[in-house]
């Protein structure tokens, strides 16, 4: 990190502090929490340098992040900003943090994206039978609307830990532990379909494996399907352009996991069912994942059409 300051060696104190707390996240927090933290607090340090974690004040601080918001920075970023400096100075201060009773700014929650299932259609409508990596990608886009898996987590799957026959699989999931997905007949069928050829490229024992890129053969990772999914898209949008069509938004894994609660939802599932099956400690992110969800959902759910069917 770039040393702040016109004294060389209070600058090196006060970056010494904020290596030996990079040390404790990289043991404590997920690589992308440890990223995120590093960057608030090295941000905050070069815009207020001290000495030492002792030097700092409430008031450093709290000008600091009010800074942010009147030069119009959005909310979740200095929500972001405010979590690393809390954190920080709660390893270093403990219960002497200046930091300890600066509240975090609300966060307006709006709709995000989330995939559907006509989107989805049209997706395995363009994959080539022919092409290995759409029979790969045909694996991925229904394992991702069955189980709702995190990027890190699909690209995380195992051969050794599938169950084609009970059709399930166990990875890890946030928070380190392991978790059972479910996946339907379609997507067992398809898995199978990729397993021949899975097995002729492949140099980890990783389900989902590159065709190309820099690493064939070894496992996909999230920038990898970060990657994977432009170039679905274009491809998609390329077709659909010349014959007409409106294009399709970009997506990226995260929507999908919203689109397995609500369309699973839509279907009749009980939310307790949806949130086993997402792996969800309790009911608050199966609400928070079904927020696009719609009165004009209901149609298929009248007591009053039930009440004509009987009669009828």
Partial sequence: MEIVGNNADTATKMTKQIEDWAIFLALSVR?????????????FYQAVPKPSAK????????????????TGISPAYVKNQTAGIKNFFKWALGKKSPAKNIPYIRVPKKPQRTI??????????????YRDCAVRNKVLVLLLIDTGLRASEVCSITID???????CLWVTIKGGSLGLAVFSPDTARAIREWLPIRN????SNHLLVSKCGLTPGHKMTPTGLRS???NMCK???????????????????????????VESTKLGAPTRLVQLAGRWVDLEMVDRYSQTLSAFDFDGYYPSSKLFQENA
Avoid: C
């Fill in 31 to 43: 690589p992308n929490t440890t990223e995120s933290y590093l960057y608030a607090m090295n941000r």
């Fill in 55 to 70: 030097k700092y004040k409430k008031r450093d601080i709290s000008r600091y992040l009010s800074n942010l918001r009147l």
């Fill in 116 to 129: 559907t299932l006509a989107e989805i259609q049209d997706i395995l409508k363009h994959l080539s039978p």
């Fill in 161 to 167: 830990n599938i169950d084609l026959e009970r059709r």
């Fill in 200 to 203: 002729r490229i492949a140099k």
């Fill in 228 to 230: 994977n999914w432009r």
């Fill in 235 to 261: 491809r998609i949008n390329k077709e659909r352009v010349r014959k007409g069509e409106q294009p399709i938004a970009l997506f990226s894994t995260h929507p999908f996991r919203r689109g397995m609660v």
